[in-house]
């Protein structure tokens, strides 16, 4: 997180991180500059739900988007399905001055009925 910020500050390029969600917790330092610094940075963040699988508890996000959401000028996205990520990195791109964290599912999800892109906000 702290490299994207360098890299955003230099310009020239929109630089974007990835990670588990609940180890969002260890950048939130660095995620908190991009904001402060109106940094446009993506942070793409998996593995969201309380679904558990072979990474067991420990890669439970408790608590974590309500972190996120809590920092001034942070964007988060939760979108529920394809066409929703397609809508919120759009958004996100449209976001100059502001970080946006991704927080994506690991589980396989079937697009929902009357989901749009151009409906994201």
């Known amino acids: 997180?702290?490299?994207?910020?360098g890299m955003a500050a230099y310009g020239g390029l929109i630089?974007?991180?990835?990670?588990?969600l609940n180890f969002a917790g260890y950048a939130l330092g660095a995620m908190r500059l991009s904001a402060?610094?109106?940094f446009?940075?993506?942070?793409?963040?998996?593995?969201?739900?309380?679904?558990?699988?072979?990474?067991?508890p420990t890669h439970q996000p408790i608590g974590?988007?309500?972190t996120l959401r809590s920092?001034?000028?942070?964007?988060?996205?939760?979108?529920?399905d394809a066409n929703e990520v397609s809508g919120s990195?759009?958004?996100a791109l449209g976001l100059r001055k502001s970080p946006s964290v991704f927080a994506l599912s690991?589980?396989?999800?079937?697009?929902?009925?009357?989901?749009?892109?151009?409906?994201?906000?």
């Open 1 to 5: 997180a702290a490299i994207c910020n």
């Open 15 to 20: 630089p974007f991180g990835a990670t588990f």
């Open 36 to 38: 402060l610094g109106e």
């Open 40 to 56: 446009q940075v993506l942070y793409i963040m998996t593995h969201d739900s309380i679904g558990l699988g072979e990474d067991g």
């Open 64 to 66: 974590m988007l309500a």
């Open 71 to 80: 920092i001034p000028n942070m964007y988060v996205f939760r979108p529920a």
């Open 89 to 91: 990195y759009k958004a």
């Open 106 to 121: 690991r589980q396989n999800l079937a697009n929902l009925e009357h989901s749009d892109a151009d409906k994201v906000a």
